[in-house]
């Protein structure tokens, strides 16, 4: 069969398998799929909506036995190309968006893998349970793409990412085989652990239908917030060395530059006294006290804790309202995500400040500073021939830069297509080529036809 004819039986099948009304395979909707939230696109062949784990296995089987390549998607706030690809059937998991159960007594909740990340902590709530990994995309983002994408966000420097709150996964294996993995309990060695090789597999070994998640009681107290303007991002840095030397843990510890803050004050309507950085910390009542003296040692310049609730709220919206407020200038991005040692901080910040001057590129910062995170946004003008060039290549030494330094090229946005090339530099860096030739293997064997977003990720290395 050729290609055409290919889809063209797969199009005819999959009707007996998700209803006519599931399926979109024309138009301004089918648009809507070939594109990511970092403008990534691909050419999408039809999009199908399954219900539910049954119709999702039967579809996986039907694209196995024609070889026909799928791609997973939940909310589509992938900013690497993972969740875009050409001549592809995309498998759309947002109707599957049940709350199956909250467990009170073994705290879990098991739900779909549509699920929007907010949904679930609104439904937590009212059971003074919660969730906490917390990307700030969680008002769109799903259980399901957050699993595959193994994502973090601001309060991962004290609970983790959600490789930490992952107990068990359905899975439609490439083969349309479901299976279950792991086990709702806290604790569970049976085995070799399959849940954490599906965490950041980005799509690409099967499709996550159902998870199980651990989840925590509501805190009782609230920790204070503070908002924190500097006048460097060295000084932003050396506070955050110190806070560590001192043994403090804030339950949020992020960094905005003076570009971003202008940008949200302006896109987002706020008036937030702006300086060349900020902090933005979560601080438990009794480290006030010594949080404030080190932040006023870093030469601190103003230091906000939130009056109340709404305040409270306001400064968390901009720091979440970054990436949308640099959006909202139309200009191209290209968005990084390193981690480095946090002892190393300082000298990364001061070399992409450099970067920027040096390549006369525009580079905004911000990021999860507290777990050495650090997303260098670089805006560029893709028409502009110079201008993508010099983008790729502060793109190619800011990777370069975090790998040198023992860091990684990723923290919690995966790799999709965008950092392919960095990704096998890591592993053979760091890990050598033969824990690169594993993880292919590993690919291999779970995915021998290839069908699952295919040509990306380790695979592509
Ligand atoms: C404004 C904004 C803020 C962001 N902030 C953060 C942040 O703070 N921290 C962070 O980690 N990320 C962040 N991101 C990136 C992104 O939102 C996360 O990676 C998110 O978890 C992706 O979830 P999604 O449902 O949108 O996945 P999608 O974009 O739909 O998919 C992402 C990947 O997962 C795969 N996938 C999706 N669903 C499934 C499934 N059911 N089974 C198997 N594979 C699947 C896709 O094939 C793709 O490879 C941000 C993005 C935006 C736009």
């Known amino acids: 069969l050729t290609e055409k004819n290919i889809f063209s039986e797969f ?15 024309s138009g301004e909707k089918l648009a809507e799929y070939s594109v990511d939230m970092a403008d990534f696109r691909g050419k999408i062949m039809l999009v199908a909506r399954p219900e539910n784990g049954r119709e999702v296995s ?26 875009v690809g050409d ?28 699920v929007i990340l907010d949904q679930l902590n609104q439904e937590l709530d009212k059971a003074g349970l919660y969730f906490p ?18 994502s973090g966000g601001m309060r991962c420097v004290k609970f983790g990412t959600f490789k930490d709150w ?21 604790k569970n ?3 070799y652990d399959l849940v954490h090789l599906f965490i950041g597999s980005e799509g690409t070994l099967g499709i996550i239908t159902e998870a199980w998640l651990k989840i925590i009681p509501s805190p009782t107290e609230k920790p204070r917030r503070m908002f924190v303007l500097l006048d460097s991002w060295e000084n932003a840095g050396k506070a955050i060395l110190t806070l560590r030397q001192s043994r403090v843990l804030p339950s949020i510890m992020e960094f905005v530059d003076r570009e971003s803050l202008e940008l949200v004050n302006q896109k987002m309507e706020m008036t937030l006294p702006v300086d060349e950085a900020v902090l933005l910390l979560d601080v438990d009542e009794k480290d ?14 103003k230091i906000l804790v939130a009056r109340d609730d709404d305040e409270a709220q306001q400064f968390y919206n901009a720091r979440a309202g970054v ?40 580079i905004i910062v911000g990021g999860h500073i507290g777990d050495g995170n650090v997303h260098p946004v670089i805006l560029y003008d893709k028409q502009n021939r110079n201008s993508q060039k010099a983008a790729l290549q502060a793109f190619e030494e800011i990777c370069r830069y975090a790998i040198k330094m023992g860091g990684t090229v990723t923290g919690e946005h995966g790799v999709g297509t965008q950092k392919v090339k960095f990704l096998r530099e890591q592993i053979l860096a760091h890990n050598g080529s033969d824990v690169l030739q594993l993880m292919k293997e590993l690919k291999r064997l779970f995915d021998p036809k290839g069908i699952m977003n295919p040509g990306k990720y380790v695979e592509a290395c």
């Open 11 to 25: 199009a005819a099948r999959i009707s007996s398998i998700v209803g006519s009304e599931d399926i979109i395979s």
């Open 58 to 83: 039967e579809l996986v089987k039907l694209a196995n036995e024609l070889r026909v390549p799928l791609i997973a998607r939940g909310g589509g706030s992938s900013v690497t190309g993972a969740v």
């Open 87 to 114: 001549d592809a059937i995309v498998v759309d998991l947002t109707r599957m968006n049940r709350i199956l159960k909250i467990d009170r007594v073994n705290w879990y909740a098991h739900v779909e893998a549509g």
């Open 133 to 150: 990994p917390d990307p700030a995309s969680s008002f769109l983002c799903t259980v399901g793409g957050a699993v595959a994408e193994g």
């Open 166 to 186: 992952v107990l068990a996964l359905k899975v439609v294996l490439p083969n349309g085989n479901i299976v279950k993995i792991g086990e709702a309990l806290p």
């Open 189 to 191: 060695r049976a085995g």
């Open 288 to 301: 006030i006290t010594v949080t404030e003296k080190i932040l006023q040692e870093s030469q601190a310049r």
């Open 323 to 362: 990436y949308l407020a640099i959006r909202g200038t139309g200009k191209d991005v290209m968005v990084e995500d390193v981690v480095v040692p946090i002892d190393m901080l300082m000298d990364y910040l001061q070399f992409v400040k450099k970067l920027g001057r040096r390549m006369k590129v525009e």
